[in-house]
Structures are given as C-alpha cells and as structure tokens.
C-alpha cells in the first residue's frame, strides 16, 4: 500500500485542504478534505480550554462550528482540550 498526502494551508483563506492518494492492489483512491481555521482565540477553543461541554455540544447542535476546526496552528479540539489536562505525562485534572 503506498499513500500520498498533500497539505495545503492558504493564508488568505481561512480552510486548510488534505489531498491524500492511496493506492492499494492496483486500486487508486482520492481524497480531499477541508477543514475551517479559526484563530486561537475563537470562542470554540475557549471552550475546550475551559472544559465547557455544554457550551461545545450547543455551539456543535446549532451548526456555530465543526469538530474538526484548526486553529493557526493546525492543532484541533481535541489537540487543545488534552494539552490542558495533561502536564509533562501526568494528570492535571482528574474528572472521575
């Protein structure tokens, strides 16, 4: 199986575009994905900084934004949520 990937990041606009090749037994597949970036400072990170659940599953429900936003960095939700409960390999916050 040998895969290709492509990644474009345009600084005037605000998506991120994922072209990936993978061809498998003779079969090629193609793809091409985009992702929205929002700066850091966007009210979606603030919440995933925070640890507001209910704030992301009404800002997800409503349409306001997409699990798979990046920030300016290409970090993601998820990115951003474990980078504030997890230090040098040791829980923060334990939820339980």
């Not at 040998?2 to 990644?7: A, M």
């Amino acid at each position: 199986m040998e895969v290709t990937t492509l990644r474009i990041a345009l600084s005037f606009m605000n998506r991120r575009f994922h072209l990936s090749q993978e061809v498998t037994f003779g079969t090629i597949s193609r793809a091409l994905r985009t992702y929205p970036v929002v700066s850091r400072d966007a009210p979606v990170f603030k919440m995933c900084r925070s640890g507001d659940l209910k704030g992301l599953q009404a800002a997800f429900s409503d349409g306001n934004t997409s699990p798979l936003v990046l920030d300016t960095n290409g970090w993601t939700l998820l990115h951003v949520s474990i980078s504030n409960f997890v230090c040098c390999g040791e829980r923060v916050v334990d939820n339980a």
